[in-house]
């Protein structure tokens, strides 16, 4: 039998968007699935809409109750819950297109020490088009933003991404959204579970953490629809001015600083490095007299 799959939706007042969620994973043609919601106390019609599928299927779908803690919190407890070895990602606003999970797992049983596998995703507007166009000029493709070597369809180091001079640059993230992403649940063994303490970047840098230990697959297809409008959060967060970018830059300088390029490391120990920028300091003052 093949592996089971956790479809994970952590959720949160999410009626506007989650039928459309739901059927596009009960559509899957990889069938040995199950669907996992951890709630975040949402006040709207989600947990009914949910309870109505129960009757439309007969995949087992999970409802657990969670007390909202932010979005990573919610995130794990929903991981925590999965029975599968593989953890596939949904977002409540978010749509598989119907071979999404079998494409994936074609790729990600050809090798055991695949950890992460992701795909290309299509944008969907609700609104005026004009208000995401610099978004998704920047960010419509992520795979080709690598300067040292082209991703296609196959299998590479995560080490080899690691070492990228353009890891630092913009855009930050070069693997995309949780929704466009399938784990190997094996990654929660060897690197834990997504950071509780930041709000905008933490599956990028979860994605980024999950590299030095394993192989990264990559599904050249657009497996994936990507819904961009104002209540998501990266547009809330975008909204209240939230730049977690220190934060980020040290969790890198924390984990992975000996997988980095050169260049990128003396970046970050610059920056992180209380010796090094204690010389600095001394050389600044030395130099100012």
Known sequence: MKPLVSICIPTCNGEAYLDQALNSAIAQTYRNIEIV????????????????????????????????????????????????????????????????????????????????????????????????????????????????????????????????????????????EPSAVLLNKTCLENVGYFSTSLKQNLDYLYWYLVMPHFLIGFVDDYLVRFRLHDNQATSINKSQNINEKQMLYYEYYKHILLYLSLKNEIKLIKQFNPFIKLLIKIKQKLNGR
């Open 37 to 176: 919601i951890s709630d975040d106390a949402s006040q709207d019609g989600t947990l009914k809409i949910v309870e109505s599928y129960k009757q439309k299927t007969n995949i087992p779908i999970y409802v657990y109750n969670h007390e909202p803690q932010g979005i990573g919190a919610n995130w794990n407890n929903c991981v925590k819950q999965a029975k599968g070895d593989y953890i596939k990602f949904l977002f409540q606003d978010d749509i598989l297109e119907p071979a999404c999970i079998d494409k994936m797992m074609q790729l990600a049983l050809t090798n055991p020490k695949i950890g992460l596998v992701y795909c290309k995703r299509h944008f969907m507007v609700e609104g005026p088009k004009h208000r995401y166009a610099d978004f998704i000029n920047n960010y419509k493709t992520l795979h080709d933003k690598w300067a040292n070597f082209m991703v296609t369809e196959g299998v590479i180091s995560g080490r080899v991404y690691l070492r990228d001079p353009n890891f630092l640059k913009s855009p930050g993230n070069k693997i995309g």
